[in-house]
């Protein structure tokens, strides 16, 4: 799971984010945060029987409310 906290005059926890990944997917392992964008990599995430493809989650924020909006799939077979 990914953590989210925001930044008044301390930083508040807002939600935590979880895909329908399993343990060993990895999710968190990369992140990247543009405005109201987060990507989050999960390296190992198992789809379709392929282990290893990789895959990215990518939420937005409106408000307080965070959605994940898309999931991007690795080729099969390349290498992390």
Sequence with gaps: ??????????????????????PDDLFGYSIGISGNVVVIGAPHYISIGEMNRGTVFIFVRNQSNWEQVQTLFGEPGQPD
């Design 1 to 22: 799971s990914v953590y989210v906290y925001v930044k008044g005059t301390t930083w508040t926890f807002q939600r935590k984010l979880t895909p329908p990944v399993g």
